[in-house]
Each structure stands twice: as structure tokens, then as C-alpha cells.
């Protein structure tokens, strides 16, 4: 082995694994799992991600001293193990300090924690809300880990313009070690890599970037971990929405550190990202909500199918069961389409029909009624009907019922609360309709790895192809209320992504009456909104975590 003074190899193990929230024990027996793996195949270190005893984000679990207290004992069993000789640790974990609570890193060697490092700049924007929770720590200095000096940055420390990895290069850091817990989104990985090679660039120094893997709520821990060399060249790439560790070898040449192997795995296109983004966020939701089946109303529209196709790659088709909800306004295209989309996916499809509740509702109600028009209220009894039909069947199987509204129709309120908004989870609730069509299309032309689905097309093509309707009466159409998706999809994405006036958005060629009642529509669902399903995260502005609008406001932006 090479002396502590003149080590000139280091071999770290980097693991992005799939933590889950609360669960000390289990987390702990991942750690010790992942270091008996990394023992095996030589390593010196593993570096595990951010928070990782408690899994991230704890949120206000950390505000209870018995928590802190588990995550703790944790930490020190884990340290234990280290006296047998094999790898050392660094691993995340909420810290009770002396001035209040630190999201910190432990480092762990010859049988004991041999340094603690805490962080020091706490976000407080978008999902992250650190700050209510955590105390910043104290600008960190490097650890000497067998003879390297190797800097912690944690997460924001990197991202942040506190100078953090500035400060451990002053202070004489080697190697940059940065455990993260970086949520999806669409063209994330392009903007870590360029924070990142800021970071090199500003310390002259190589990084290594552990993000954590799965599903946590709404969001969605992608790994995709990566290393620069101190030239900033991609030293290696670890594989997207999978669980991976991979043995990276670090030498050290002519006083400076450079990756001498890994991994050099090719990430996914954007629409493949998206898709295995919600399959992995649906599948740890279910799973890890202790749910063994899902249920969810299959109408024959695009929406349905493709939460469908979610549900079967994420479960399997033996734990997904699709239903049939019929009315006197289904038309016989639409019972054609979802029993060809069951087929294809080869999963349970029951049909129950509506006729005989929905008459009952209005039978019941047709006194109250008397003198009034037919309309709205009507139409949302059919929607009703079948959210409390799915529920009914969710309460005596135990199944978790689906909810499938895409964000466009959540923006505007095209959705009816305790209807077919009913529902445990929304796989597609950060997708706006054209993405839906989008990956709907993807989805029949590719199967993603390690998805539980079949092969060709499971949304059939008619589905694609016809024009989307809530079929709640005659020839109805999402058009006769809507504006054309391609153009409400745009006016949405600059009001609710890029927070635009107006007026650049009527300047960019849109209608500006229709910007206007869009905007109204937008505004007067947030009601609504509060009230749905959680789902997964996929673009940077989704809706409930990132954006926080008042239910009560008469902003109008004219």
C-alpha cells in the first residue's frame, strides 16, 4: 500500500442509490451493502450522496430530536464497520451541532468518524427549502483522507456563489468530492455539467458529482453522477434513472489528480429522459408507499393511455388494472381504443358502466334542480360517477388509483375536482398536453431500459391520431372550450415556466384576447390545483413545489 506522504492511486467508489425518506435502517443496510460491493472490487473510499442516512429531503422529519438521534446512531455503526480495513465512507446525514441543525457529511475510517463537514449554502428557491430547516455551517477546510486532501463541497456549496470550493482549494484541497441530492428536469444535466466545470475552472481542481437515484414525492433523483478532470474534460459518466456504483481510479501525476478509468455511459434524448423520469418517480411512489397495485380509469384518450403505459412499465401488467367507465356520450371509438390499449399492454381491463349512478344523481337532485338548464353541473356528474367508482374499487382492493390530468388542463382548470381528478398520484402532471402526444409517440417506438412493458405499439395509433374529447356530451371536443393545445401549451409555458408579461407573450404572434382569458383561467384554478394529486416533476416549474401562487388573487396582468 502506498504510504499516507506519497499515495498516489486513489480507487473511489461512487454510488448513486435510491435512499428512501425516514427509512434509517434501510438506508443504512444500502450503505453497508454498497461499501461490502466497493470492498470487492478494491476501492479505498465510497462516496454516497447528499442526506443519505435520512434520504433527501428529509424536509421537517429533521426537526424531530429522535430522528436526528436514529440518523446519528447510523453514522456510528456505519463507522464501526470501517475498523475491518476496507473502504472508508463519506456519507450524508442530518447533524445536531452545538448552534442548531447541519445538513452535513460524515467521513468515516479505522473504525471511527474522523471528520464532519457541514454545509454552507442552504437553497431556498424552487423545491428547496432548506433554510427553514437547517443551520448554515462554517466555510469548510479539506479532510485528509490516507494522505489526500480532499475537499466536501455539498451540493449548493458547488452550485452558489458563497465560495465554497474556492475556499477548500485555498486551503489546500486536492480533490473535490461533492455528494448531491439534484432533483429532474428537463436539460438538468446540461446545466450541472456547466456548474460544475465552473467550479474547475475557478480551482484548478478535479470534481467528482454524486447525485442521489429515485423517486421522493414529486421528485425525481436522476444520478446521471459524473467526474472532470482539472482540464475539465469528462473524466467519466455514470448511467440516468438507474441505480449504479461504479469503482473510479484516481492517479496522481505531476502534483495533480486525474481518472484513470470509469464509466463513460451515453445519456438518454430528451423525450426518452422525460418518459423514464416519470416511470421511475410513479414506480417509488407506489413502491415505496407500500401500495401492491394501481387502478385507474382508461377513457380511450391519449391521457389514460399513456398513465396506463406508465403504470405497466413501472409495475408490471399483473399490477395494473385498467377500467372502463362508459356513459350514453362514450363513443363505440373510444371503448374500441382502450380495450386495444389494454390489450397491447396486456394488463386487467374491466368495463362499468355509468348510466345507472348518474341517473340516480340526477334523479335525486332533479327537484333542487326543476327550472334550471341542463349544463356544466351535469356533465361533471358523469365525472363524479366514476372518480367514486374508482375509489370504490381503490378502498376494497387496496389498489392506488391513478389520476391522469396533463398540465395544461390543471393549468386551466379543464379538470373536476373529486372526479377525475380523484386520485393517489399523477404520473403525468408536469406534462403538457403536446409533450403527452409527444412521448406517447416515443413510447411506441421504443421500450426503456428496464422497463416492465412489452415491446410496439402500446398507445394505439388512433388514440394519437384523434382529437382529444372529455366525451361528457354530444361530438364534444377539448377545442370547443380550449384553444388549440399547440397554442395554449405556449402561452402556458411563458406565463407559468418564464413568468412573462402579457404583452411579450402576445408580441411573440398570439391572440391577445386568448392571452388573456388564459392567464384568468390560470389564475382561478390554483384552487383546484391545491387539491390535486402530487406527481412527478418534470419541468422547472411545476406546479405546487416551485410555484406557490395565492388561491385569493385578483391580479390581471393588463
Not at 13 to 42: F, H, M
Not at 260 to 282: H, I, M, N, Q, T
Request: with cysteine.
Amino acid at each position: 500500500m502506498t504510504g499516507n506522504n506519497d499515495r498516489t492511486t486513489l480507487r473511489i467508489a461512487v454510488a448513486q442509490l435510491n435512499p428512501t425518506v425516514g427509512d434509517v435502517a434501510g438506508n443504512l443496510a444500502k450503505a453497508r451493502e454498497a461499501r461490502a460491493d466497493a470492498a470487492r472490487q478494491g476501492a479505498d473510499l465510497l462516496l454516497l450522496t447528499e442526506l443519505f442516512i435520512s434520504g433527501y429531503p428529509p424536509e421537517d422529519l429533521v426537526l424531530k430530536p429522535a430522528f436526528l438521534k436514529a440518523c446519528r446512531a447510523a453514522v456510528e455503526a456505519l463507522a464501526v464497520d470501517t475498523a475491518d480495513g476496507g473502504p472508508g465512507v463519506i456519507v450524508g446525514f442530518p447533524r445536531q451541532g452545538e448552534t442548531g441543525r447541519h445538513n452535513s457529511v460524515a467521513v468515516l475510517d479505522g473504525g471511527k468518524v474522523i471528520a464532519t463537514r457541514d454545509k454552507v449554502d442552504l437553497p431556498n428557491y424552487g423545491e428547496f427549502d432548506e433554510k427553514r430547516v437547517f443551520e448554515p455551517g462554517a466555510m469548510p477546510g479539506p479532510v485528509n483522507f490516507r494522505g489526500v486532501r480532499i475537499g466536501i463541497p455539498i451540493c449548493e456549496d458547488i452550485w452558489g456563489d458563497l465560495g465554497v470550493c474556492e475556499t477548500l482549494a485555498e486551503s489546500g484541497a486536492e480533490l473535490l468530492l461533492s455528494p448531491n441530492g439534484s432533483p429532474y428536469y428537463r436539460t438538468k444535466m446540461d446545466i450541472r455539467h456547466q456548474v460544475a466545470i465552473r467550479q474547475v475552472i475557478e480551482t484548478g481542481l478535479p470534481l467528482v458529482y454524486a447525485n442521489q437515484l429515485g423517486g421522493q414525492d414529486e421528485l425525481v433523483f436522476d444520478g446521471a453522477s459524473f467526474g472532470l478532470n482539472a482540464d475539465n474534460s469528462l473524466a467519466f459518466q455514470m448511467s440516468q434513472f438507474e441505480e449504479a456504483m461504479a469503482i473510479v481510479t484516481w492517479k496522481k501525476q505531476n502534483g495533480s489528480w486525474r481518472c484513470d478509468g470509469g464509466p463513460l455511459s451515453k445519456l438518454p434524448e430528451p423525450e426518452e429522459a422525460d418518459y423514464r423520469a416519470c416511470v421511475l418517480g410513479f414506480r417509488d411512489y407506489v413502491n415505496k408507499n407500500g401500495f401492491k397495485s394501481v387502478v385507474l380509469g382508461l377513457s380511450g384518450g391519449i391521457d389514460s393511455a399513456i398513465c396506463a403505459a406508465i403504470a405497466v412499465d413501472a409495475l408490471g401488467e399483473e399490477r395494473v388494472r385498467c377500467v372502463m367507465l362508459p356513459y350514453r356520450y362514450t363513443s363505440e371509438e373510444s371503448l374500441a381504443d382502450a380495450a386495444a390499449c389494454a390489450r397491447a399492454l396486456g394488463c386487467r381491463y374491466d368495463i362499468v358502466p355509468i348510466e345507472a349512478p348518474v341517473t340516480g344523481f340526477i334523479e335525486a337532485l332533479s327537484d333542487l334542480f326543476e327550472g334550471t338548464e341542463s349544463g356544466i353541473t351535469e356533465e361533471n356528474l358523469q365525472s363524479r360517477a366514476r372518480g367514486t367508482i374508482l375509489m370504490a374499487i381503490s378502498n376494497k382492493f387496496g389498489s392506488m388509483v391513478v389520476t391522469t390530468g396533463n398540465k395544461s388542463e390543471m393549468s386551466v382548470g379543464y379538470a373536476t375536482l373529486y372526479g377525475d381528478m380523484n386520485g393517489g398520484f399523477n404520473p403525468i402532471k408536469d406534462l403538457y398536453k403536446m409533450q403527452v402526444y409527444a412521448l406517447s409517440r416515443w413510447r411506441n417506438a421504443h421500450v426503456p431500459p428496464g422497463a416492465l412493458g412489452p415491446s410496439g405499439e402500446v398507445i394505439p395509433k388512433n388514440i394519437i391520431d384523434k382529437a382529444p374529447s372529455a366525451e361528457l356530451r354530444p361530438n364534444q371536443t377539448d377545442q370547443d372550450s380550449l384553444p388549440p393545445y399547440p397554442v395554449l401549451d405556449d402561452i402556458l409555458e411563458c406565463l407559468v415556466e418564464n413568468e412573462m408579461s402579457t404583452e411579450e407573450i402576445v408580441a411573440r404572434g398570439h391572440d391577445e384576447a386568448t392571452v388573456h382569458r388564459v392567464e384568468h383561467l390560470l389564475y382561478i384554478a390554483e384552487y383546484k390545483r391545491r387539491q390535486s394529486a402530487p406527481g412527478v416533476k418534470i419541468t422547472k416549474k411545476n406546479f405546487g413545489r416551485d410555484r406557490r401562487y395565492p388561491i385569493t388573487n385578483r391580479f390581471r396582468d393588463r
